[in-house]
C-alpha cells in the first residue's frame, strides 16, 4: 500500500527558512504529481505548490512565489517544500498529496493520496 509522510516542519521565527518533506513508501512515484496544500486554523485547506511527475511543470499559489520552491527527487521518492522569508500567515499544517493519474494542478479534487501534515508555525 502506498502511504505518503510529511516531515520537516517545526517553529520558527519570521523571515527564517524551513524545508519540509513528502517521501512515498512506495511507487511508482516518478509517475505521480505532486502537490503541497496548507490548512490554518478555521480555514480551508489551500492550494500551495504543485510539480508534475517529472518536475517540468511547476506551479505556486501568488502569496508564496519567490518565496518557495518545490522540487522533486525521484530515486529517494521524495517532494520537498523549500520555504524562504515566512511570514506568520504561512503557519498552517501542510500536506502533500499525489495524483496518482500524474495531472496535478491546484485543485485539491485532483488528488487521490495524502499523507497525514506537517504542523509549520511561524512567530512574529
Known amino acids: 500500500q502506498v502511504s505518503l509522510v510529511e516531515s520537516g516542519g517545526g517553529l520558527v521565527q519570521a523571515g527564517d527558512s524551513l524545508r519540509i518533506s513528502c517521501t512515498s513508501s512506495g511507487g511508482p512515484f516518478y509517475s505521480f504529481a505532486i502537490g503541497w496544500f496548507r490548512q490554518a486554523p478555521g480555514k480551508e485547506r489551500e492550494f500551495v505548490a504543485a510539480t508534475s511527475w517529472s518536475g517540468d511543470l511547476i506551479e505556486y499559489t501568488e502569496s508564496v512565489k519567490g518565496r518557495f520552491t518545490i522540487s522533486r527527487d525521484n530515486p529517494k521518492n521524495t517532494v520537498y517544500l523549500q520555504m524562504t522569508s515566512l511570514k506568520p500567515e504561512d503557519t498552517a499544517v501542510y500536506f502533500c498529496?499525489?495524483?496518482?493519474?500524474?495531472?496535478?494542478?491546484?485543485?485539491?479534487?485532483?488528488?487521490?493520496?495524502w499523507g497525514q501534515g506537517t504542523q509549520v508555525a511561524v512567530s512574529s
Open positions: 498529496a499525489a495524483d496518482r493519474g500524474g495531472h496535478g494542478g491546484s485543485n485539491y479534487y485532483q488528488y487521490d493520496l
